[in-house]
Antibody, heavy 118, light 107 residues
Framework: QVQLVQSGAEVKKPGASVRVSCQAS????????IHWVRRAPGQGLEWMGV????????TSAENFQGRLTLTRDASTSTVYMDLTSLKSDDTAVYYC???????????WGQGTRVTVSS | SYELTQPPSVSVSPGQTATITCSGG??????VCWYQQRPNQSPVLLIY???KRPSGIPERFSGSNSGHTATLTISGTQAMDEADYFC??????????FGGGTRLTVL
């Protein structure tokens, strides 16, 4: 059973960058795509982007293009999400998730709260 | 990007059936997933491929998808079902969209 464990909460100032990590258990992690989704206070789930198993190709939602970078380290089974030029609107809980081959995201990480405040 | 529309809120009495809809253009041509998210918890996959339940998901949760509307049905709603519910259109592994979410209140 794959589990995804994310890094801890972050507090950042506007204009700064944040890195959130997502580490997986299980020896097949490097075969998986990993998606990132966030939920801002009072808002719904927002898909951010995905990184492929090789870590070469990534796709970002239009809202994040130019600000979002996804990378992965196969040696530690970890995927990283870097978001730059943070704004107060980026305050949210950020989740990593693995897509099932049959559709749907399962499992999800436990979430990482990122607060952007001056 | 593909847009999915859900009602912001649905209310139901305990033991009754709750119906949550998700609308989008030609949605019936795509696979739809549904998630439950309780406060301060991660989303949980309830339904995939329109109407399939992962192991461990109670039978009272069911899904359908046709035309422009997908539906999540919760039969015999329980107090523990009070949560936010999100639909997701599964176009391809790199093309994702979520509905705005529906808050289910069990009165």
């Amino acid at each position: 059973q794959v589990q995804l464990v994310q890094s801890g909460a972050e507090v950042k100032k506007p204009g700064a960058s944040v890195r959130v990590s997502c580490q997986a258990s299980g020896n097949t992690f490097n075969n998986y795509y990993i998606h990132w989704v966030r939920r801002a206070p009072g808002q719904g789930l927002e898909w951010m982007g995905v990184i492929n198993p090789a870590g070469v190709a990534t796709t970002s939602a239009e809202n994040f293009q130019g600000r979002l970078t996804l990378t992965r380290d196969a040696s530690t089974s970890t995927v990283y999400m870097d978001l730059t030029s943070l704004k107060s609107d980026d305050t949210a809980v950020y989740y990593c998730a693995r897509p099932k081959g049959t559709g749907g995201f399962d499992p999800w990480g436990q979430g990482t709260r990122v607060t952007v405040s001056s | 990007s593909y847009e999915l529309t859900q009602p912001p809120s649905v209310s139901v009495s305990p033991g009754q059936t709750a119906t949550i809809t998700c609308s989008g253009g030609e949605l019936g041509d795509k696979y739809v997933c549904w998630y439950q998210q309780r406060p301060n918890q991660s989303p949980v996959l309830l339904i995939y491929q329109d109407n399939k339940r992962p192991s461990g998901i109670p039978e009272r949760f069911s899904g359908s998808n046709s035309g422009h509307t997908a539906t999540l049905t919760i039969s015999g709603t329980q107090a523990m079902d009070e949560a936010d519910y999100f639909c997701q259109a599964w176009e391809s592994i790199t093309d994702q969209a979520f509905g705005g979410g529906t808050r289910l209140t069990v009165l």
